[in-house]
């Protein structure tokens, strides 16, 4: 076996142009590879992110629409002890209209939160404006920032709340700004015990999680259908309500893994032809060597050392050529404010997979030229010389 090694390196290292063309090509697929996933795994991660990072991913709620949660605390207990749920958060909602005096009105959806767990979803103290702040008291409020405007007021004004036929005098806290004119027009936010006191009782509409797996979210939610029936509760997920993006990375993995398959296909076709030639140029070296008497087990292990050593280079150009170029992509494919048009997500896992893959692809492409090798006869080389 060593003396096989030794050969097929010699003839690698006699052919230099030609054993870096093809580590050359071995080296594009991979960095292909490489780039691509890292490519498609950015992008999905990114819309991910940006559809359900801030927000709840399973949602528990009442069976009927116009019921609350009552003895939520038994639920939030449950919900804690299972480790697939990172953050638990409950969440009182109450609808009604806001107004800055009697000049201006506006419908105002008014949350409220244990913000030491809802700012874990929702990462508020990310999204307040300057010198705004967190409501810490009771009837403290934080407007979403053109509710704001649209009202008139600053930190510090009262503006009245108006829920039912029930009027509550309201102190703003801040301002917040989540780029989303549907929040920024409507919400506002105060403390669980604001919510519950304006209410008048203590309860809640919701508990909003988040989970470890965010696309377990639908298997996940199913279990709690059946676990919470007795509570008179059920789920809704992030899954359910985003068909259209599922769809969308759906795509984008299968067009992903369609481009894999066919860099792979081609490396695979030019190593095998390269090599079947290779077989052809040196078979009167083989023929020699068989008459010195090398095994055909050895011959045929010529070839498939050449394959190993060419994919353990390819790999590795490949690996390094596919970071090369993604750093390239994110330090110059950038959008105004200088964040990368698309995040590119490094994962070592992955890129360890594609340099596998192409390694295996190496030493399949190289059992032909190798089971050849080992047919080839004494009498077949002087035959033909």
Do not use: C, H, P
């Given at each position: 076996?060593?003396?096989?090694?030794?050969?097929?390196?010699?003839?690698?290292?006699?052919?230099?142009?030609?054993?870096?063309?093809?580590?050359?090509?071995?080296?594009?697929g991979v960095s292909v590879q490489v780039f691509i996933g890292s490519l498609i795994s950015g992008l999905q991660a990114s819309l991910v992110d940006t559809t359900i990072g801030s927000s709840s991913q399973v949602t528990i709620i009442p069976s009927e629409d116009d019921r609350s949660i009552e003895n939520y605390d038994n639920i939030i207990e449950i919900l804690e002890n299972d480790n697939q749920f990172t953050i638990v958060s409950p969440t009182l909602d109450l609808g009604g209209i806001a107004r800055n005096g009697i000049e201006k009105t506006e419908r105002i959806v008014f949350r409220g939160f244990n913000f030491d767990d809802a700012n874990q979803i929702y990462a508020f103290d990310e999204k307040l404006t300057e010198n705004s702040q967190l409501p810490q008291q009771l009837n403290e409020v934080l407007l979403g920032v053109e509710l704001g405007q649209k009202l008139g007021?600053?930190?510090?004004?009262?503006?009245?709340?108006?829920?039912?036929?029930?009027?509550?005098?309201?102190?703003?806290?801040?301002?917040?700004?989540?780029?989303?004119?549907?929040?920024?027009?409507?919400?506002?936010?105060?403390?669980?015990?604001?919510?519950?006191?304006?209410?008048?009782?203590?309860?809640?509409?919701?508990?909003?999680?988040?989970?470890?797996?965010?696309?377990?979210?639908?298997?996940?939610?199913?279990?709690y259908d059946q676990n919470l029936q007795s509570y008179d509760l059920k789920t809704k997920n992030w899954m359910s309500d985003n068909q259209d993006l599922l769809s969308g990375l759906q795509g984008q993995s299968i067009s992903s893994l369609m481009i894999q398959i066919f860099v792979i296909i081609s490396v695979v076709l030019g190593i095998s032809s390269t090599l079947a030639i290779t077989v052809m140029q040196k078979s009167k070296q083989i023929g020699i060597m068989k008459a010195m008497g090398i095994t055909d087990r050895d011959a045929s292990f010529v070839f498939l050392s050449e394959g190993l050593f060419l994919g353990i280079f390819g790999a590795i150009g490949g690996v390094l050529f596919g970071l090369g170029l993604s750093y390239a992509f994110t330090t110059f494919a950038l959008n105004p404010d200088g964040t990368p048009v698309v995040p590119l997500l490094i994962d070592g896992g992955f890129i360890t997979l594609s340099a596998g893959i192409a390694l295996v692809a190496c030493l399949l492409a190289s059992l032909t030229p190798a089971i050849k090798s080992s047919k080839l006869t004494v009498i077949e080389v002087i035959r033909n010389a």
């Open positions: 076996m060593k003396l096989a090694i030794q050969i097929a390196w010699r003839f690698l290292t006699s052919a230099k142009r030609q054993t870096l063309i093809i580590i050359l090509g071995i080296s594009v007021v600053s930190k510090g004004d009262q503006i009245e709340m108006l829920i039912g036929v029930d009027v509550y005098t309201l102190t703003v806290s801040g301002f917040f700004d989540f780029k989303l004119a549907s929040l920024n027009q409507t919400w506002g936010v105060a403390t669980l015990e604001t919510a519950q006191g304006i209410k008048g009782e203590e309860i809640v509409s919701s508990i909003e999680t988040q989970i470890s797996e965010v696309f377990d979210a639908e298997s996940i939610a199913l279990t």
